[in-house]
Nanobody, 117 residues
Framework: VQLVESGGGLVQPGGSVRLSCAASGFTFSSYVMSWYRQAPGKERELVAGINNASGRTNYADSVKGRFTISRDNAKNTVYLQMNSLKPEDTAVYYC???????????WGQGTQVTVSS
């Protein structure tokens, strides 16, 4: 099983970046996919999630209206489009795959996003 994030880097405030998470080794379409982030000295927090069956999405209040999560089951990939970035969005962003029954979680290794001028 692998979840490989990409697309992170240094971006100026107000800028945009798109993260990708390529999955392999499991049935991607059967898993809820989520993005989490962890800033230095803080706990890991949920940023956005997308249901595998309904396509329903949910977002942390801090990113609503700025971030968009999407998935392409044909490519086994989940994306996070991040717009209007703020310095407080600086964190390591992690991709997570969750199978509800039986409960199984897989994590990626993370990708750094730094928002700074």
């Amino acid at each position: 099983v692998q979840l490989v994030e990409s697309g992170g880097g240094l971006v100026q405030p107000g800028g945009s970046v798109r993260l990708s998470c390529a999955a392999s080794g499991f049935t991607f379409s059967s898993y809820v996919m989520s993005w989490y982030r962890q800033a230095p000295g803080k706990e890991r927090e949920l940023v956005a999630g997308i249901n595998n069956a309904s396509g329903r999405t949910n977002y942390a209040d801090s990113v609503k209206g700025r971030f968009t999560i999407s998935r392409d089951n044909a490519k086994n990939t989940v994306y996070l489009q991040m717009n209007s970035l703020k310095p407080e969005d600086t964190a390591v962003y992690y991709c997570k795959a969750t199978h509800i029954v039986p409960r199984t979680d897989y994590w990626g290794q993370g990708t750094q996003v730094t928002v700074s001028s």
